[in-house]
Structure formats: C-alpha cells, structure tokens
C-alpha cells in the first residue's frame, strides 16, 4: 500500500488531530481504547478538518515512566487497523520505540513521530526502510525529568534549531523524504522557552521543511490562565494562531473543529491581497 502524505500543497494550514489511545494521557487519558472508538473519533476528526490523524499509545506527560513496547503494540494495533480502515488522510504513530514503529508502518502506517528526535538510529532505519515520513521533534531530557531544570546554552530557538538541522540530515542521508520539524512545545521547556519558541517560530521555518507545533491544552497556558486541561481551548487556538502567523505549517491539536475554523481565518490574513488602494 502506498505512503500518504499530508497535503503540504493546499495552501492551508494543516490540522493534526491527536487520537490518543492511553489509560493516563494528561488531557484526554482513558477516552479511547478501544478499535471501535478509535475508529470513530478519527473518522470524527477527519469529517472536522483533521489532515493527518497522530495515534500513540504512550503518555508523555512530564513525569510519566513509559510503557513497554508490548504493551504499547498491544494497545495500538487494533484500533491502529480499525483506524487506517476507515481513514483517507494519513496516520501518523507517535512513539519512539523501532518495534513499535516497524510493526505499525508494516500495518499501512504512514509517518513517525518521535518526540525523542530520531536520536536512535534505528527509528531513522525503522522509517528509512518503510519509506514512511518523519516528524522529528526536540525534547530535552525525557519525560521523566525534563521539567527540572531545562538548560540552553545559546537560547532555546537557537539550540532547538540546530538539532532539528542536525536530524533533518541524518534522516535524509538514511533516504527519509518527507520530514517534519517540530520544536517540542513542553518537553524540557521552561515557560519563558516556550513563548520564546513560538515568538522565533520563524528560525525553523527557514530550515526549508515544514514546521508542526503541539500546543494543544498544554501546561504553559494554565501557567499564564489557571484552568484544566479541558479547558484550555482559548488558549490552545491564540498559540496556535501565533504559531502560525510566525510560520509553522501544521498545528496538532485535540480540538480540530475549532483549530479548523481559527486557522482558516489566520490563514485569510496570511495571504490577504495587499490593501486597497
Ligand atoms: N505533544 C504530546 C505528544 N506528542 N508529538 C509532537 N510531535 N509534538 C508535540 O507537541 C507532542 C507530541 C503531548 O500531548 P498529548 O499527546 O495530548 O499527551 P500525552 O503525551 O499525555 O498522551
């Protein structure tokens, strides 16, 4: 079967929506488990806007220990075929573990999405082999720890550029050719890291790939707006819309109607004619 790929060429901002299929993650933890549900909710997103669906079956919320690969395939492959079933837009499986990635790109999987960066080469191979897509994503430490006491030599929008650069290479020198940078909003970031991050949005751009970022329902805004997580969705559209005024591509989100609607008018602006004369 062949890879798909996010539609880069439409011109419009692209929408990620994320189908977690996890007892704990820290927003929509325990939602969706099963095929059936999986299957709905990404067919649900598809119908709001959703261009890519982004599927993992392990909580990286700061703190979390992880899980097993087993367990995590056990998790992941039902709802996984259930899911490339019903789908047209491609599916991307966040996880950083080769098995994982290898036995789901062999289901008809169509990208990775390694929050730890493609650091181990066998992702790199693992995606290489199955001439799957990339999104490569900067994290400072791991999930674990990387809250603590995150650490940037020259800046964080200058360090994460450069592994993200630095990546980019390995993946395309392994023969990987869609590739997707994403600056790790919340992973290893301070507060001040990640208004940084999303201000100089535009250093990655100039990395000449497309650019995603997750913002969504994140710990930063209850941080400038106490509120849950479920309740963070003013916030997750204004970082969303900044993000992308600043020049990221694709925005992964839990809300896709609303990511939708809110980027279609920041997409407007963006390519406005000049004004009347
Ligand atoms: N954020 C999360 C998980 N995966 N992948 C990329 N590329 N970028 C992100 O910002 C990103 C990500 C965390 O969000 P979520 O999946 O909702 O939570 P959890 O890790 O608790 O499942």
């Excluded at 692209?14 to 067919?43: H, K, M, W, Y």
């Excluded at 996984?80 to 790109?105: F, N, Y």
């Excluded at 020259?154 to 997707?180: T, Y």
């Excluded at 809300?255 to 390519?271: F, G, I, P, S, T």
């Amino acid at each position: 079967m062949a890879v798909k790929k996010p539609d880069y060429k439409s011109g419009r901002t692209l929408i990620c929506g994320v189908l977690n299929i996890t007892p704990d993650s820290f927003s929509d933890g325990g939602r969706c488990l099963s095929a059936e549900a999986a299957a709905a909710r990404a067919s649900e997103m598809e119908e709001q806007g959703a261009d890519l669906i982004d599927m993992g079956a392990e909580s990286s919320r700061p703190g979390s220990a992880g899980v097993a690969a087993a367990e995590e395939l056990a998790r992941l492959l039902c709802p996984l075929r259930a899911v490339l079933k019903k789908l047209r837009v491609p599916v991307s499986i966040d996880t950083c573990k080769p098995e994982v990635a290898a036995a789901c790109l062999a289901e008809g999987a169509d990208l990775i999405n390694d929050i730890t960066g493609f650091t181990d080469e066998k992702m790199v191979r693992a995606a290489a082999d199955a001439g799957a897509g990339a999104i490569v994503m900067h994290m400072l430490g791991r999930p674990r720890d990387m809250q603590k006491a995150p650490v940037y030599v020259n800046g964080p929008v200058e360090d994460i550029r450069a592994f993200l650069a630095k990546r980019a290479a390995v993946l395309r020198g392994a023969g990987v050719k869609d590739i997707i940078l994403d600056p790790g909003i919340g992973f290893g970031k301070t507060l001040q890291d990640n208004l940084d991050i999303m201000a100089g949005m535009s250093r990655f751009k100039e990395l000449g790939l497309p650019v995603l970022v997750g913002v969504s329902r994140k710990s930063f805004i209850d941080a400038l707006s106490p509120s849950e997580p479920a309740a963070r969705l003013s916030g997750t559209i204004a970082a969303c819309a900044v993000c992308v005024m600043n020049g990221a591509d694709i925005v992964r989100v839990h809300d896709v109607r609303e990511a939708a609607q809110a980027m279609a008018v920041v997409d407007a602006v963006k390519k406005r004619p000049g004004p009347a004369k």
